[in-house]
């Protein structure tokens, strides 16, 4: 037995008056916590760069919304594993004496050690995330804005992006291949919209 | 308290922050108050009988592994005689002799 068990001893005792503090301010910094939560949905979304992910092309598209949603989640959970470090878990209590505090105390610092780095590595993997998402929407080639027709003429049908028309035909490209398919106006039987080709 | 000390086993010596060996058994027993428990019996130092109560609350976390981790079977428990002992700091908390000892838990 050493001084130091008084000290724990007393540090116990007096927690026994403090149980509403303690209450009031881990109540207090887990409401910032969540508030802040929900700015995180706002923040990953206005940093992703163009205004709508419907502009990019697949899978472009769905490659950036996965890393979104991966950095949104890991965002998230790093940030409750920092409040969970910084103000602790509700809910759960102790009997308090010297030897159950000092217990308690030795654990909860592995604890936190534990959750600051996981919520650091977790906050530079999500950042990552973004930083490769915002890029894919900057360089990845975006939907051209040319309208997808299917046209019927005298020998056959040919779907594709109306580029126009010169000397009397019709030109429709591939989306694909990218040719230019010639149709006589003449042979025209009709025009008619399409989602894909 | 249950039963009052009597004034007159009461030694009157110095506060001192020093370990002492309970030579007299202690109870310990629920808190009729709350969910702690009271540890009560007579200090070994001053001689009188001191009611030392244990809370249970939280401390910021809650605690998972320690239910895991064994319980500490003896605790230490501290004077809280209640008389005014000399040369008292000004700054300690605890209202007795200063002396601190271990009880074991049932």
Redesign the interface.
Known sequence: MSPDDKRWALKAYELKFQQLEIARKQAESWRAALTGLTSLLGAVLVIKGKDSLADLNDPYRWIVMVLLGAALVLLVTATMLAVSAAAGNPGGRILLTGEHLRSWSTAEVVRIERFVAWASLLTLTAVTAVAVAVGITWTAPAKSGAVLVTVVHRQGTVCGELSGSAQGRLLVRSPRTKSVASVPLVDLIGVQAAEKC | MSESPSIDHHRDIGYA?A?ATADQPFTVTADPDG???VVQGVCPACRTFTEF??????????????AS?P??A?????CMCGHVHAERPPEA??RGCGR???VRLP
């Open positions: 922050e370990r969910d702690g428990m109560a244990i809370g249970r609350g939280i401390v910021g976390t809650k605690g998972r592994r320690r981790a319980a500490p003896e605790i230490t428990v501290f908390t605890d601190f000892w271990k």
